[in-house]
RNA sequence: GGCACCAUAGCCAAGUGGUAAGGCCGGGGUCUGCAAAACCCCUAUUCUCCAGUUCGAAUCUGGAUGGUGCCUCCA
């Protein structure tokens, strides 16, 4: 497999560093409030890319924190007057209905910064005795200049973006250069703090990952993501502390993904133009939200728009309703099997596993993984409209669509309802049995009827096929 | 000011040297008592524009135009 490394701008053979088995890093939320479309992308994404891993047969040990301190849980927690662990804790909670539900399997790790303040401070001592800090009136800083590598993965000249930005030079206050950032940052009236060897405080923002990573993971994962926003400052600064702490490499592959735009304009919250998981879930469904996400290429801008929120919707049922209707065939005999045809199908399938891994081979291209997908569907919907296949070769074909779907997070095999009950069975027989007499007004009549209750009938060759219809 | 990124049909979106995947929408047809679903056909001689390299470019090079992101919290 291939993938994007932003460390050295081109696509790379991925390898892990210990046989057959991963790390992953992924920043995670900072958990103030719901998240929204934009924040899902890369739990999304970087969750298929571990599933697509473990289809693979890899081990992976997988970790995505919770930024559970900082300016914004403050002052949410006061506006709200609760404490930051409260808000902490219920937002986890949200982030977990709104993460499972998107099939977002959780981490073998979730740390909280606020549970990794011991090995914080460690790291940060370290950085101390060797002699990469400063102190200020408000904190400890970093200084980025006795760092040689400062500016590698966003490839940034440090004396360039001084010399740029000299209209701004406010923003220095008092650092020593622009992009020296707080490691510790000292207790101001009503916040939360912890007793450290500089006094009580709180952790700046990137130390906690290089913690958290190092805790879980070791001195260098093999791949750490998250989205194009974090890789100046936040990643870069995570390099520069770890780097310098550990005298080893932090990460070997950096992923970054694109944005979910609206209007061509990032979505943000700062911007106001951002939609919630959970309001956009009750609308669309988390499958189709999920479907949504991986029909772009993780590192494509996204814009968000309803046309193709509606063309995801219908994409994602044509798949349920192949699935549907393969189940359907299976329950049903049939003489005279294909043989030829069949054949054809199992070949087909074979041919689409081939595509499906050569697409997610190349830097996760779930684009192309859905074109397999789908290419496979139109070959079950065309032959099985034709010919009678056998058995083997559908459940082949079913099993695969399903196994697929699964790397890609996607439940091909979920039904709103599996169970028909009694008496629409019954009213479905009733329609059948006044089609048969040829009194279609009657039939027609109990169709409208099953719709209204929420039921669908499609009359095929094998005999009517009733259905709950497909809801949001 | 610096550093990146993007530009493909009505919409979304793959494709990074060999003659434009896939999804949605729309039109026509097959099947059906009628539907529904499905299938078939049609829907970009062309990839923002202009030069250049090449037997050959959406794909490489140079330039232009338009748009975005990061440099401050940010997925």
Redesign the pocket.
């Given at each position: 497999m291939r993938v994007y490394n932003d460390l050295s701008?081109t696509k790379e053979e991925l390898v892990p560093q210990k046989e057959n088995h991963f790390t992953i890093y992924v920043?995670g939320?900072?958990v103030y409030d719901l998240f929204h479309l934009?924040?899902a992308?890369?739990f999304i994404i970087y969750d298929t890319l571990r599933r697509y891993l473990l289809y693979k047969n890899y081990k992976v040990t997988y970790v995505q924190n919770f930024t559970d301190i900082d300016d914004?849980m403050i002052n949410r927690a006061q506006s709200r007057e609760i404490s930051v662990k409260e808000l902490a804790d219920e937002m986890i909670a949200e982030y977990y209905h709104d993460a499972d539900n998107l099939n977002v399997m959780r981490a073998d790790h979730h740390p909280r910064a606020t549970e990794t303040i011991p090995e914080i401070i460690e790291m940060i001592s370290t950085l101390e005795e060797k002699g990469y800090t400063y102190n200020l009136n408000d904190g400890i800083y970093y200084d980025t200049s006795k760092f040689e590598d400062y500016g590698k993965l966003?490839?940034?000249?440090l004396d360039?973006?001084e010399?740029?930005?000299s209209e701004?030079v406010d923003?220095l206050d008092d650092k020593r250069n622009?992009?020296d950032?707080v490691l510790w940052k000292f207790k101001k009236e009503g916040e939360p703090a912890w007793n450290s060897p500089w006094g009580e405080g709180r952790p700046g923002?990137h130390i906690e990952c290089s913690a958290m990573s190092k805790k879980f993971l070791g001195e260098t994962l093999d791949i750490h993501a998250?989205?194009?926003?974090?890789?100046?400052?936040?990643h870069e600064n995570e390099i520069a502390q770890s780097e310098a702490a550990n005298e080893k490499p932090f990460v070997n592959y950096w992923m970054h993904?694109?944005?979910?735009?609206v209007d061509?304009?990032?979505?943000?919250?700062?911007g106001g133009n951002f939609f919630l998981v959970r309001e956009l879930a009750s609308e669309y469904g988390y499958d189709v939200l999920r479907f949504f996400i991986l029909?772009?290429?993780y590192r494509?801008?996204?814009?968000f728009?309803e046309?193709?929120l509606?063309?995801a919707t219908?994409?994602w049922q044509?798949v349920l309703?192949s699935v549907d209707?393969i189940d359907f065939l299976l329950a049903n005999e049939t003489a005279q099997i294909a043989e030829t045809e069949s054949e054809a199908l199992i070949d087909y399938v074979e041919k689409t596993k081939q595509e499906f891994e050569r697409a997610m081979d190349?830097d996760l291209?779930t684009?192309?993984a859905?074109?397999a997908i789908?290419?496979l569907?139109?070959q079950v919907?065309?032959l099985t409209?034709d010919y009678s296949l056998s058995n083997e070769s559908l459940k082949k074909a079913r099993a695969y669509i399903i196994e697929l779907c699964a790397v890609l997070g996607l439940d091909a095999e979920k039904r709103v309802d599996t169970e028909i009950p009694q008496e629409i069975l019954d009213k479905v027989k009733l329609r059948d049995d006044a089609?048969a007499e040829r009194d279609?007004a009657t039939?027609?009549s109990i169709r409208d009827e099953l719709h209204a209750l929420g039921y669908?009938?499609?009359?095929?060759p094998q005999g009517p096929k009733v259905s709950r219809e497909v809801e949001k």
């Open positions: 701008r920043c939320p900072t934009g924040n992308r890369p914004k966003s490839k940034r000249d360039d973006q010399a740029g930005a701004r923003l622009l992009s950032f923002w998250g989205g194009m926003d974090l890789m100046f400052p936040h993904n694109g944005f979910i735009n061509n304009v990032k979505m943000a919250k700062s029909q772009a290429h494509m801008p996204l814009n728009e046309e193709p509606m063309a219908h994409g044509r309703r209707h190349d291209n684009p192309d859905f074109a789908f290419n569907v139109r919907n065309t409209a089609k279609f039939a027609d669908k009938i499609e009359d095929t």
